[in-house]
């Protein structure tokens, strides 16, 4: 079962506009990560914010995470066509769990 | 340096076949992730080895799913007796330190497709 939920599903945006996606979880967390996934390729990694921070950045992509409502935002800002993939969450329990559990995903699509 | 890789990258099994997928995780890395993700779905976790011990085997869907990773390097996820709805990307993850609290490096998957 999938813990976290992306919205939008689908988001298009022009060039150099920038990019906002949410994620929604379940359960207490020890750190929330972020994935890119061009399509067809494997998962890369992007940022990962542990449960006692609220905001980080990492060049163009800002994470911001609240505990107290279980989501977070992921920010692309002046967003380029390389940015088109679809991007995930995923969490991490703790707890003595090894499971990282993904969402279902935000397609992104930046339009030249 | 390298990363992950797995092999293959694509594979056609007929219902009821056995098959095996295999990831080399980044050298030295301790912990390894089998995931399956569904098209337009999010990755799955299947199981977690920490060096050649499978700590966690919860996400594997049914006895017919098998993994491991016998010298702690190289792993192999075998699945007997293969049905259609096993037809997904199998994706491996390795990462420098145990458990999940870091980022993980993905290999680009194998796409099993159960005809």
């Known amino acids: 079962s999938q813990q976290g939920e992306e919205d939008p599903q689908a988001l298009s945006i022009q060039e150099g506009e920038n990019a906002t996606m949410n994620c929604s979880y379940k359960t207490s967390i020890n750190n929330l990560q972020w994935y890119r996934q061009n399509s067809g390729r494997g998962l890369v990694h992007l940022i990962l914010i542990r449960s006692n921070e609220r905001e980080k950045h990492s060049g163009r992509l800002r994470v911001t995470l609240d505990t107290s409502k279980k989501s977070s935002s992921l920010l692309i800002t002046a967003s380029r066509a390389a940015d088109t993939a679809s991007y995930f969450c995923a969490t991490d329990s703790g707890a003595g769990s090894y499971q990282l559990t993904f969402g279902k995903g935000t397609k992104l699509s930046v339009i030249p | 340096g390298a990363g992950v890789s797995q092999s293959p990258r694509y594979k056609v099994a007929k219902r009821g076949q056995d098959v095996a997928l295999r990831c080399d995780p980044i050298s030295g890395h301790v912990s390894l992730f089998w995931y399956q993700q569904a098209l337009g779905q999010g990755p799955e976790f299947l199981t977690y080895?920490?060096?050649?011990?499978?700590?966690?085997k919860s996400g594997l869907p049914s006895d017919r799913f098998f993994a491991e990773r016998p010298e702690g390097s190289v792993s192999t996820l075998k699945i007997q007796r293969t049905q259609q709805e096993d037809s997904a990307v199998y994706l491996c993850?390795?990462?420098?330190?145990?458990?999940?609290?870091?980022?993980?490096?993905f290999g680009p998957g194998t796409r099993l497709t159960v005809t």
């Open positions: 993850a390795s990462s420098h330190v145990r458990g999940t609290g870091n980022e993980q490096y």
């Open positions: 080895f920490q060096n050649e011990a499978q700590l966690d």
